[in-house]
């Protein structure tokens, strides 16, 4: 029999058809997309004492941080900001997951981490001059425990894991925290690092925040199995949780930070979350999704489920509501006031510190660019 036959008989089965494990994991959540809280045994302990003050204040804390991206992406749009990364729709997968760090944890984020870095008592103006280019952060990562964003896509988990296996040979009694996105998990750093904090069993937990896009890519494109079942490669454990349900995220955090500290090693928390808005303020989802898919996920808002289950259980009246929304239009304003008082970007900084000696070709291109600029102002350039 020929070779050509036996491919006849036998036709070859395409990526897209193979059989994969099943796509359906358990998703832990405690408060449902209609705001009706559910019980889990193993996570219901780590929220189990929430008052309803601290109830509120999560309430809050995802408030004020959607108003303040809403501003600073109007001040993009303004011209005020080179770029904005909004966090619309995960609310509640970093104010969950930055709530449930202890002030001795040490959190490694990328760069639309904004809810954590409001947990974590970073001035949100602080974030808005690095994205219009008048500072490289704007904050001491020691004096919050938070380091600087990070542009270059996954290599925090590496400074975490590093960092981590750091604290335990110090034998501290803390934890760190490493965050990415469902994009950052294809990059070759991130498979390092859960590679080295198993090995090391470092006290790490590398929250993974699925938005289920990658820019335009979609994460059935880049990966056969769910992302939390990744660490069972590695050794360690992963949960998948709601990322939309402050409450799950809040506990399953909890619980992965407690594992860490008490030397049980890493863990993978998936926040399987959406990405409402576009990725960055210079990209156009309405090219790569549809509405319906967006409009499904509008309706699983973090926010206004956990209001429901806040006037469902009498925990907030119309008084505390009317009251942050008072508090979330000064912020607003705070911010806006601060960012304009803010001075324009160097231009010619891009040229500084290339070379530790200089060098003949940038000395050129810096020439050029302030002929550029000149041109401008004798009207060459309009």
């Given at each position: 029999?020929?070779?050509?036959?036996?491919?006849?008989?036998?036709?070859?089965?395409?990526?897209?058809?193979?059989?994969?494990?099943?796509?359906?994991?358990?998703?832990?959540?405690?408060?449902?997309?209609?705001?009706?809280?559910?019980?889990?045994?193993?996570y219901d302990p780590y929220v189990a004492?929430?008052?309803?003050?601290?109830?509120?204040?999560?309430?809050?804390?995802?408030?004020?941080?959607?108003?303040f991206d809403a501003e600073a992406t109007s001040l993009q749009r303004q011209g005020e900001l080179g770029l904005w990364a909004s966090l619309l729709g995960q609310e509640a997968a970093q104010i969950g997951s930055g709530r449930a760090?202890?002030?001795?944890?040490?959190?490694?984020?990328?760069?639309?981490?904004?809810?954590?870095?409001?947990?974590?008592?970073?001035?949100?103006?602080?974030?808005?001059?690095?994205?219009?280019?008048?500072?490289?952060?704007?904050w001491d990562p020691n004096s919050n425990n938070f380091q600087l964003y990070t542009i270059v896509i996954g290599s925090q988990t590496l400074h975490a894991t590093g960092y981590a296996m750091g604290v335990a040979k110090d034998g501290a009694d803390s934890a760190v925290i490493a965050y990415f996105g469902d994009g950052a998990s294809s990059q070759g750093d991130v498979a390092e690092s859960f590679t080295f904090s198993a090995v090391y069993n470092a006290p790490v937990v590398f929250f993974c925040q699925n938005n289920q896009w990658a820019i335009s890519e979609p994460t059935e494109k880049q990966t056969r199995v769910p992302l939390y079942q990744r660490a069972q490669g590695y050794g360690f454990p992963g949960v998948r949780v709601d990322g939309?349900?402050?409450?799950?995220?809040?506990?399953?955090?909890?619980?992965?930070?407690?594992?860490?500290?008490?030397?049980?090693?890493?863990?993978?928390?998936?926040?399987?979350?959406?990405?409402?808005?576009?990725?960055?303020?210079s990209d156009d989802p309405t090219r790569y999704r549809g509405?319906?898919?967006?409009?499904?996920?509008?309706?699983?808002?973090?926010?206004?489920?956990?209001?429901?289950?806040?006037?469902?259980?009498?925990?907030?009246?119309?008084?505390?509501?009317?009251?942050?929304?008072?508090?979330?239009?000064?912020?607003?304003?705070?911010?806006?006031?601060?960012?304009?008082?803010?001075?324009?970007?160097?231009?010619?900084?891009?040229?500084?510190?290339?070379?530790?000696?200089?060098?003949?070709?940038?000395?050129?291109?810096?020439?050029?660019?302030?002929?550029?600029?000149?041109s401008f102002a004798d009207g060459e350039g309009a």
């Open positions: 029999m020929t070779v050509e036959s036996t491919a006849a008989r036998k036709p070859r089965r395409s990526a897209g058809t193979k059989k994969s494990p099943s796509t359906k994991p358990e998703l832990v959540q405690l408060l449902t997309a209609e705001g009706k809280r559910v019980k889990n045994a193993e004492d929430i008052t309803p003050d601290e109830l509120r204040g999560l309430y809050r804390d995802m408030v004020l941080t959607r108003r760090t202890r002030a001795d944890d040490y959190v490694f984020p990328t760069y639309r981490e904004h809810g954590v870095a409001w947990c974590r008592g970073v001035d949100p103006a602080n974030l808005l001059g690095m994205f219009r280019g008048v500072n490289n952060g704007g939309n349900d402050v409450l799950a995220c809040l506990a399953v955090t909890k619980w992965a930070l407690e594992r860490a500290r008490s030397g049980e090693g890493p863990t993978l928390v998936e926040a399987y979350t959406y990405r409402m808005g576009a990725h960055t303020t509405d319906e898919e967006r409009q499904s996920w509008e309706a699983k808002d973090p926010i206004a489920r956990l209001r429901v289950y806040l006037e469902a259980s009498n925990h907030a009246d119309e008084g505390f509501f009317a009251e942050l929304e008072a508090e979330s239009e000064a912020l607003g304003r705070r911010v806006r006031e601060a960012v304009r008082a803010m001075p324009d970007p160097d231009h010619f900084a891009i040229f500084e510190n290339v070379y530790a000696d200089g060098h003949a070709l940038v000395d050129e291109e810096r020439a050029q660019f302030a002929a550029y600029q000149a």
